[in-house]
């Protein structure tokens, strides 16, 4: 059995440390305990995580270290036996809405590798199985299926859009081609030829003509080449006598509709990439969306005395102006209540409109000319919130929108063409929205379903993902979507995310440093926190754990105590050893820790003032319309296992509508149906 071997610091002077020499046990579970503000991250966190960090940027170059500032050296004589640092703490995970559960473990990142590389595509149209050619494929398919017929082959340059396409045609024209063929009927090309730009239409090339049999090989080998350069890849070929077309292409495409989809690549499946982004809400999966109740509370109030709260009470400016336009136009008055405006005028009001009228006047005997040129209320919000530099701008425009569901992708982030490709007939979305547990089943049960391809492509990819999978389900994470928001995770759950990644990634020879790792956990949660740690420790690494908790120390093979007090008063090290060794040694914390020192329970409680504060229905994140009373005069505690939905009902609900209430707030409370005082 090896010799055990230390991390030796002399001379650590830190803040209040008072030049104090520690020989902390590498590859072990080590607890820095003491009472709060007597030099415990100090030693672990500014002696030695920053020796560490300090040693790490030393072994760039010096071309390098310019760009990233000098770290400066702690207060310590020497480090001897320090390993490569790193520092797991909570509510560090990123607020982005762009990252998720599964792009913080990488589960997704490998899952758009799988998609990119073996999953099969269906067509968005027809949900026909998408197919791909070589030249030598198509040309041996048209020679079998076509033989001895008389066929046209076109390629296809328009499908189903809108215009004129008078420069098309010139340009095709140019290409030395002299016939198309116009939304199902074949035309020549003709000087100045045009659509109906308002119609939506279908535009192929006629590349050749000709008979399918042995002497034509040649002659249709070119033709395809052209076919393909000209058609973008696709190309059609129409059976002259019943005029079915039939498509073909190098790339994956609808062998019914024509449509194509581009090579699929992990960039196609990523939310946070312009190829596989929605193109309407950007991968956000929510839009947000001008809510008219909110633009307009009380349609019995006038346009003149405040009705549209964007716009205010009536004051001298160039929109009022506008207003009285429209006003005049559609003979109503501003001192009307809008619920009496007509409804066109109306949607002029908040859509905006450009109109051009005359009015007669009675009492001059003349006629005046008006022209309305009005942006619309709702276009103005929506362009301030889009384009406006000003944060206090945005945000005042936000007030008047609501979070909506994204309607293009309903919510699942990719273009429709990466939500059709599919192993085992489900969706990189679908697989997304399952929990780990339902997660880990069917990867459990995928091998079976996929062909001898797809297993070989796959093998290595599929190993990464269950072991990522096992890894979460290890920490008690198996209730957790992989699409779950990392802003929306409680700061437990971030936690024990951080470490199963940590674990994920099997390093050796590490140094971890936790600070105060199980503030806030419950008990449950607490030993899952502990487990990680342990397994940390036991594929070869070190962990120094800054703790006040029983049970961290508990399950410590070292534990050093620094104190005697806080401050000036703090600052030595006062005890070390085992938990059994220190529980017998004459400190405060040994006194707690051995029962002789406890904290008491009150005899009496408070009695309240006799009011209280319900909320009913909430329902943000997981909270299924709780309703609770919450008496006042009293202290209150909110407990219950990690990612329960303690701060989503305190800190997400309750708080914003108080603070927005009494201090006019402005974040907005997640999702509840009434608040009674």
């Known amino acids: 059995m090896k010799d055990q071997e230390y991390i030796e610091v002399y001379g650590a002077r830190a803040h209040n440390l008072k030049n104090i020499n520690v020989k902390i046990p590498r590859e072990k579970l080590v607890v820095i305990t003491g009472l709060s503000g007597s030099g415990k991250s100090s030693l672990a966190f500014d002696t030695i ?7 790490y940027i030393e072994t760039f170059s010096a071309y390098a270290r310019q760009f990233l500032g000098g770290l400066e050296r702690p207060d310590v004589d020497k480090i001897d036996g320090l390993s490569p640092v790193i520092s797991i703490e909570q509510k560090t995970t990123n607020k982005s809405p762009r990252s998720t559960v599964g792009t913080i473990t990488e589960i997704y990142d490998f899952l758009r590798l799988l998609f990119s590389r073996a999953a099969d595509a269906y067509s968005y149209n027809t949900g026909e199985k998408m197919v791909s050619y070589s030249d030598e494929q198509i040309k041996n398919l048209i020679l079998n299926d076509f033989k001895d017929k008389r066929i046209a082959v076109l390629a296809p340059v328009v499908k189903s859009r809108k215009g004129h396409y008078r420069e098309l045609f010139e340009q095709i024209s140019k290409q030395g081609f002299v016939k198309v063929r116009v939304d199902g009927e074949i035309k020549e090309i003709e000087k100045g030829m045009r659509l109906d730009r308002y119609k939506t239409h279908d535009i192929e090339v006629v590349i050749d003509r000709l008979i399918v049999n042995s002497s034509s090989e040649k002659r249709l080998v070119e033709t395809i080449k052209t076919a393909l350069y000209t058609g973008n890849n696709i190309l059609m070929v129409i059976d002259v006598d019943n005029e079915k077309p039939r498509y073909f292409s190098k790339e994956l495409m609808c062998p019914i509709s024509g449509i194509a989809y581009p090579s699929p690549e992990p960039n196609t499946f990523s939310f946070n990439s312009p190829k596989g982004a929605c193109s309407k809400c950007n991968g956000l999966g929510i839009t947000n969306e001008i809510n008219f109740n909110k633009v307009i509370p009380d349609n019995s109030i006038s346009i003149k005395n405040g009705g549209i709260i964007p716009l205010g009470e ?41 109109e051009k009228f005359s009015i007669a006047s009675k009492t001059m005997g003349v006629t005046r ?24 701008i945005k945000r005042w425009a936000k007030g008047f929108m609501d979070e909506v569901t994204c309607s293009t992708c309903e919510g699942k982030r990719l273009k429709k063409e990466s939500l059709h490709f599919k192993i085992n007939e489900k969706s990189i979305s679908d697989l997304a929205k399952l929990d780990i547990n339902e997660l880990a089943e069917w990867f459990y049960n995928l091998n079976a379903k996929l062909s001898e391809r797809q297993l070989t492509i796959a093998s290595e990819i599929l190993k990464e993902i269950k072991t990522r999978i096992q890894f979460l389900l290890d920490v008690g994470l198996d209730y957790l979507t992989i699409d779950r928001t ?8 971030a936690q024990r995310i951080r470490l199963a990644t940590q674990i994920g990634s099997q390093l050796v020879g590490v140094l971890y440093i936790l600070d105060e790792p199980s503030i806030g956990l419950h008990q449950r949660d607490n030993q899952k926190l502990i487990d990680s740690l342990v397994k940390l420790r036991d594929i070869g690494n070190s962990v120094l754990v800054v703790e006040h908790d029983k049970d961290m120390i508990e399950h410590a093979d070292f534990v050093f105590d620094i104190g005697p007090g806080a401050g000036v008063h703090g600052g030595e090290i006062v005890s070390e050893g085992t938990y059994q060794e220190i529980k017998e040694h004459s400190t405060l914390t040994a006194d707690y820790l051995g029962g002789r020192r406890e904290i008491e329970v009150p005899k009496n409680r408070r009695k ?5 504060i319900k909320i009913t229905g909430a329902s943000g994140n997981n909270l299924k319309s709780v309703t609770a009373e919450f008496p006042l005069g009293k ?17 997400e609900t309750l708080y914003p509508i108080l603070n927005k209430h009494i201090y006019r707030g402005v974040k907005e409370p997640m999702p509840y149906k009434k608040l009674q005082v």
């Open 608 to 612: 309240g003032n006799g009011k209280s």
């Open 635 to 651: 202290m209150i505690c909110v407990t219950g296992v990690s990612g329960s939905g303690k701060s989503t009902l305190i800190n």
């Open 314 to 354: 009536e004051k001298n400016s160039w929109i009022f102006k506008q207003l009285h336009l429209i006003a005049d136009r559609y003979g109503f008055k501003l001192s009307d209540a809008i619920k009496s405006i007509p409804e066109e005028a109306l949607t002029i009001i908040l859509n905006g409109g450009n």
């Open 49 to 55: 995580y920053a020796e560490g960090q300090r040693r």
């Open 369 to 392: 000319k008006y022209e309305i040129d009005f942006e619309g209320i709702t276009s103005f919000i929506e362009n301030q919130y889009k384009s406006s530099e000003s944060r206090s």
């Open 486 to 493: 990392s802003k929306s995770l409680s700061g437990g759950e």
